[in-house]
């Protein structure tokens, strides 16, 4: 069982005989009254949001029976993108609502671990940390300092990061998936 202290995103859940995945959590504390976690859930068979608040540290989720595999990320043919499980050569796909916002996050031939319940694929996981290239972004411009804000840049799979002045297209930077946050320049 998984208590609310244990709460972090992404984590899997078993809620009313279903399979959850936690999209967000805060912890409240009222001035009256006692502690709460306010958490939104997805779930993973139906895609429903719930925003739901447990008691904080009274209140337990179950374990769901989810298995996770690794799993090749191929192509996406237009409306669903194929994976393929490198030791049985089985082959997946997704639409673009299992796959959510990863898909700003893969690239072709990457490892992703795929979520399975009821031996149905249902979501993936990627990475904290992944790094991909500039595809579109502003020329620099004289008078640009390194010290203050950024510039917009678009990465190959389509995700707008805020990246320093200096950065170019082609650049290849490190993005935090968890909160879309420019980390480095990758040499």
């Not at 989810?66 to 993108?81: A, I, N, R, T």
Request: net charge negative; hydrophobic share 35%; aromatic share 12%.
């Amino acid at each position: 069982m998984y208590n609310t202290t244990d709460f972090k995103k992404g984590l899997k859940v078993e809620y009313r005989d279903s399979a959850w995945t936690i999209v967000n959590f805060q912890h409240v504390n009222p001035g009256k009254g006692s502690a709460f976690v306010r958490t939104k859930i997805k779930n993973l068979e139906t895609g429903n949001v719930l925003e739901i608040n447990f008691k904080a540290g009274v209140d337990k989720l179950g374990i769901p029976n989810v298995e996770q595999f690794e799993m090749q990320y191929l192509y996406f043919d237009g409306e669903k993108f194929n994976f393929m499980n490198n030791s049985t050569f089985d082959q997946v796909t997704l639409s673009d609502d299992e796959v959510g916002d990863a898909k700003y996050y893969i690239q072709e031939n990457s490892m992703v671990k795929v979520t399975y319940y009821k031996n149905r694929p249902v979501a993936i996981d990627v990475d904290n940390f992944v790094v991909l290239p500039i595809a579109e972004t502003q020329p620099n411009i004289k008078g640009d300092t390194s010290g203050g804000g950024g510039k917009p840049a678009v990465t190959s799979t389509g995700l707008t990061v805020t990246v320093p002045f200096h950065l170019n297209v082609g650049d290849l930077i490190k993005i935090d998936t968890r909160d879309n946050s420019y980390l480095e320049k990758v040499k």
